[in-house]
């Protein structure tokens, strides 16, 4: 499923607890985008939760929830977004869907 299609959003740290969408890769510290899995099977937004993946050597500090996982971007905006190594390459979120997939391309594929 395309990142597009998932109303994905490029984000910096504003504060403590605060971020805000921002406009390109380059400046991105992570990404946000809706649930693959759950807009699959709810067939629409309505009841799908987000995926926030932070950046790896992006400022984010280690604290910084959700934990432990960065990802290095490749790329040059959502459409093409690619997370590479070394380290992870794959999203699996281990509470509630479960979902465990890669984003390639600009794409959110099943592990």
Do not use: Y
């Not at 406009?23 to 709810?42: D, H, I, R, T, Y």
């Not at 500090?61 to 959700?66: A, I, L, T, Y």
Request: charged residues 15%.
């Amino acid at each position: 499923m395309r990142l597009s299609d998932l109303k994905s959003e490029f984000l910096v740290i504003t504060g403590e607890n605060t971020h805000q969408r921002c406009a390109s890769l380059a400046q991105a510290q992570g990404v946000m985008f809706m649930c693959p899995k759950c807009f699959e099977a709810n067939r629409s937004p309505v009841g799908t939760h987000w995926v926030l993946c932070w950046f790896a050597g992006r400022g984010v500090p280690d604290n910084r929830v959700p934990i432990p996982g960065r990802w290095h971007p490749h790329g040059t905006e959502i459409d093409d977004l690619t997370f590479v190594g070394p380290g992870a390459v794959s999203v699996l979120l281990t509470a509630g869907c479960r979902w465990h997939g890669f984003i390639r391309n600009g794409e959110a594929t099943l592990a």
